[in-house]
């Protein structure tokens, strides 16, 4: 990087983010039903979309500006152990394509917006749903601030904000400026922003890798010259820690970490909250059905996208925060008009997931913190006010936590976001199942996991592991670990197990449960739950078993 200022894919990049932006404005007005301001409609854009929108919208949540520059960055850091994305992309849809259907028809049915309204729904625990809203939030966090590195990686490669001597404020001025947009726009328009403009975002991220994997490697000199370049970097010594650099292939004894971070990636994957928010905005569960067969195309497209890593090494990019070795290889490769659409695909690719993701945040707080412990009374404005004011505190947060905090130590922060959002699993998947777990197991089994996963996470001394979220250290007693997220569930599932058994002998009370057997495979809300919120004050139902 020069630190010159690329003005042609600057003024491509403005083109397309004003683009954007009118999109989000203008998408307060589409698809809105008539009626008072409500949840359903800022923050689920009505539960009206389709299997178009709601396979955008899935995927503009799910492959953000993180994975599109963090992927490639990876293996452009360490090799093959960067591809686990390709592999957990895979195993997630079967498993989504068993519990999101029952999810959406039991959350249609009685108005549920978030998934510890579920949780309390089902258990009748407003603890275990505390439990659940508080660690969406935290999981959440750091993720929305991770769309913003990548909005500020793209603008650093354009030299965009001044250079390290500018002060603060001037060199992050676009970065505030981008900020200011998203907040706005996701104010006025709720989840229907993201929605549209996902179109836009998918259609150029798409653009960019075809053009990518066919017109980098005939610069390069074909994939066998790319392969054997980055072969012989991973294969040199890095001196700070006397081990080569990477490999192409995974040596056997990475191979279980490398398997159970797959597994347990794919796990954590739809158990975040904006996950589920773009989930619950499809009008019928087989909108969810067809959408998931049609979200592998996302996987082809990742791991087209992983192979950039090898170009960026076989092109000689030389960065020293990993984060820009992709933007980089676009500026040195294309044409700086081309490299513009780029880093405008990869900025939207980050301002589609951080609105969604700021929604699906507020929408927590709203329903599970203030009024179920606030203000039970709230009124459907009053809950709609106060999520768009959370939504922009969420973002606020996000922002302080990108311009303060170290960018390689945020990348780290954000792999505990798996390992704590994992601890839900059993609540959320298990419940769609089964009434067998006790609610005060669950909420014991829950704090296990997050007790131990966050205290493994940071014991990892590794580096490299760290960005991987993986452990190879040992456990005594039981050997070699992977992924701590899974060890962590896996601790989770049998404090639960143990516990159930236990309080179910001692007879102690199991809480009401608001769901009937059909709940969960009817395609239809009844009237009176589409006509407002659940959990509404009344005389609660006589407990199930079902």
Known sequence: MTGDVNGTALAVFALFFLAVTVMGFSAAHWRKAAGEPSLDE?????????????????????????????????????GAAGFFGVPYTILVYPLIFTFLPRLWSVCHRHGYVTTADFVRGRFGSRGLSLAVAFTGILATMPYIALQLVGIQAVLDVMGVGGGENTGWFVKDLPLLLAFGVLAAYTYSSGLRAPAMIAFVKDTLIYLVILVAIIYIPIRLGGFDEIFAKAGEAYGRTVPATGRPRGALVSAPDARWTYATLALGSAMAMFMYPHSITATLSSRSRDVIRRSTTVMPLYTLMLGLLALLGFMAIAAGVKVTNGQLAIPQLFEDMFPAWFAGVAFAAIGIGALVPAAIMSIAAANLFTRNIYKDFIRPDATPQQETKVSKLISLLVKVGALVFVLTMDKTVAINFQLLGGIWILQTFPALVGGLFTRWFHRWALLAGWAVGMVYGTAAAYGVASPAQKHFGGSAGEIPGIGEIGYIGLTAFVLNIAVTVVLTVVLKAAKAPEGTDATSPEDYTADAAPAEAKAGPALRPGPSPAPRTG
């Open 42 to 78: 800022w923050g689920l854009g009505g539960r009206s979309f389709g299997t178009w929108i709601t396979w955008f919208l899935l995927g503009g949540d799910v492959y953000t500006a993180y994975t599109f520059v963090a992927v490639p960055a990876a293996i452009y850091a360490a």
